[in-house]
């Protein structure tokens, strides 16, 4: 079943971690039990927003009905992770060897455990994903199996579906654990599927793209720049290091986005993390959300070839008008909370500047955002203008040769980082199953004012004669 284990040995393998996630999470219960019995005690009846019809009708937009201490998205400030800054975060947490750019093993220490880690905890977290790497070869053989026009993002999250029956927290469920301890089994999942994540990535990238060489981690790098190395790119530091910061700033944006709310919305139910990780890719395989990286390189790609050569900007403006014409988005601009340019777009256009400079898709990503927020911002609806992490991640991507349809893989792979500690936080809390109620638009009518309420018993009068 092991078939695809990591075959080489090294030192790292056999050391064992000195970090203990469980014991750190669990000191800090008590407190937090405490405080949120005070809070809901003295508070549990007091308004703190209010649900407008706009709301209910527009994607539950600016209804804060979430809670979550991991991330929270600032609309001026940006992404912040457990308080830290985008900027803060790849300049503080413990880098790899040699490298510009963070572990990811400190950044999974940070969203689990809340404190900001050591060299030493990051290390650790990368041990422990080192000594779980491995996917059982019925899930290789799986992705193997389905037609070659699937999509990546399709075959992703198949696969960690498809690892389920490992789960166990699904088998601890089963033999009678406690709802106060399931959290325990759910962090030992958290900590296998995400160690599994470039495996995962790359199994798929070079299923679809490098005739099913297998992928077979080196056991002497870190998990970001692992990934890069499965998929041909080890001997290319360039892009370990994009890799790195990619993996970085896709890793979570608080408890509301579409694939954090699918996934906490079904982990609410107690389904284990595979059953909701694989949820919340779904939520990201859309065009509004994951999958506008992989958009916005056709967008650009498609300007490139309409024009030739870098478009002017009146050229680029007459393009853009005519994507909106036909009744399309730009992809990679706007965001549903953010009100200005998004601080992960900030750190890859300075990545950019600093390796590819001369990119002509950099080069048109930079023509693009000195004009489309002027004409979206132009066009008097869309309440934010400016690019999101969406309109350049892509274009880094295939500056060193990833293909635009594997771009949202990689945004999961970090994302699901995010996903699995809101999940394990989410059950240690014990917050509740989600079940928010709906209205039909009579009732809403009914609530408002006396005139709509007379106008829908018209038309339901009309609709029992027209019936009858
Ligand atoms: N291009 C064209 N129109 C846009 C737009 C864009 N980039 N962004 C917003 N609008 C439009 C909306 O479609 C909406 O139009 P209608 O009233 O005609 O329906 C109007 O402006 C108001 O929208 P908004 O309140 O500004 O934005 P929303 O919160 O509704 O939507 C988002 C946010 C991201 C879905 C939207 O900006 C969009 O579609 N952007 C392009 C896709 C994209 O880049 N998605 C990735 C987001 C980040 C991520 O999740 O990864």
Redesign the pocket.
Known sequence: MDNHRNKSKSAHQNKKSELNIEALIAAQLPAWQERLTRLLSEYGDQPIGEITVGAVYG?M?CLFALVTEISHVDPSQGLLIRGYSVDELLEKLPKADGSNYPLLGGLYHLLLVGHFPTPAEAQAVEDVWRARQGLPGYVVDLLRSMPANTHPMTLFSQAILAMQPQSRAARAYHEGISRSEYWKPMLEDALTITANLPTLAATIYNLKYRDSAEAVPDPDLDWSANFAHMIGKGDDPEYQELTRLFMTLHSDQENG?ASAHTSHLVSSTLSDLYLSSSAGLNALAGP???L?NQETLRWLKALQAHYGKLPSAEELRAFTLET?EQGK????????VLRRTDTRFTAQYRFAEAYLPDDPLFQLVKRVYEVIPGV?GGLG????PYP???AISGTLQHHYGVEPEFCTVLFGASRLLGLTAHAVWARALGQPIERPRSFTTDRIEEMLTPSLRMRSAQISTFAQEFDS
């Open positions: 994607g937009r986005n509004l959300h994951g506008a909106l988005v730009i992809p990679g601009y706007g965001h549903g979206l609806k869309v309440k934010n999101n992490v969406d």
